[in-house]
Structure formats: structure tokens, C-alpha cells
């Protein structure tokens, strides 16, 4: 490369529970700059969530940490040509891109679903990941299942 790698950037902690992981969340879920407006819809999702599963013992924040386990996928298939044909060649995702993909899927299977508001639809998609359905969910099972049937290509990785 000619280039040296860009540095990464430091993210600061959300105002009200103090956490870097949600302030990514938020940037992710922001459109033209509105911070203020993703972190509106942000909370009033988490507040829709503990609403909806107060049977649950855990705080919002956690069912919403582990809905976010719960779609984060460990494998994804990269296609790579190898004389004149392309094979789909299963990878590990190193750690802040599985992150990233995670947040990333639960916040389109979010704008995707049907419902009042955007918060509404986040905590419905948070709520379904955390019981392990949904889009986000369904779509982590796709990306495992495509690396699995292409293990045999699984030699190619570069």
C-alpha cells in the first residue's frame, strides 16, 4: 500500500448510560447528521423494550446488548477469482467489522419492518433478535449456512 492506514477515530460514550457501544449504534442509525434525533429514537426504543418484557430481569440495555450478540456474525463468504472463476471463499470477520455488520443488519431489518415509528420498529427488531427471530437474526443463519456450504473453497483465503 502507498498509504499509510488511517487512524481510528475515538468514539465518546453516550450521555445517559456512559457506553461507547451505543454511541456507535446511534451513528450508525443516524441520517444527514441528526444525532440528536437517533439518540431520541435510540432511547425511546430501549424505553418501548422495557415496557413490552418487564417479565425479563435484565435492564433494556442488556436485552438490547445481547439481541446485538445474537445477530452478530462469526463467518462471511468473500468472493475471490482464481482462474477465470470466482469462488465464494468463507473468512472470520475480525472483531470491529462484526460489530459494525451487526449493528448495521438490525438497524436495516429496523427500517425494513412495518410499524408507527422508527423506535417502534427498532425495539420490535431488538425484541425478535433477542428471542433469536427476525430479519437481523435470519440473516446471521443465512451468512453461517452460505460459509459452511463453501468450506471446501475455505483453502483460497488470502
Not at 447528521?33 to 429514537?41: A, F, M, P
Amino acid at each position: 500500500m502507498r498509504k499509510a492506514k488511517p487512524k481510528k477515530r475515538l468514539v465518546l460514550p453516550d450521555p445517559v448510560y456512559g457506553d461507547v457501544k451505543v454511541s456507535k449504534f446511534v451513528n450508525h442509525l443516524m441520517y444527514d447528521g441528526k444525532k440528536s434525533i437517533s439518540y431520541k429514537i435510540f432511547y425511546d426504543a430501549l424505553e418501548i423494550v422495557n415496557t413490552k418484557m418487564q417479565s425479563e430481569e435484565k435492564t433494556s440495555l442488556e436485552i438490547w446488548k445481547e439481541a446485538l450478540q445474537k445477530v452478530t456474525p462469526q463467518v462471511e463468504v468473500k468472493s475471490r477469482r482464481i482462474g477465470g472463476a470466482t469462488f465464494q471463499v468463507p473468512t472470520e470477520i475480525r472483531p470491529s467489522r462484526k460489530e459494525s455488520v451487526s449493528m448495521k443488519n438490525l438497524i436495516l431489518f429496523a427500517r425494513k419492518r412495518g410499524g408507527k415509528t422508527m423506535a417502534d420498529k427498532l425495539a420490535a427488531e431488538i425484541m425478535d433478535a433477542y428471542n433469536e427471530q427476525g430479519g437481523a437474526f435470519k440473516r446471521k443463519e443465512d451468512m453461517h449456512r452460505m460459509a459452511e456450504a463453501n468450506r471446501a473453497f475455505a483453502h483460497f483465503r488470502f
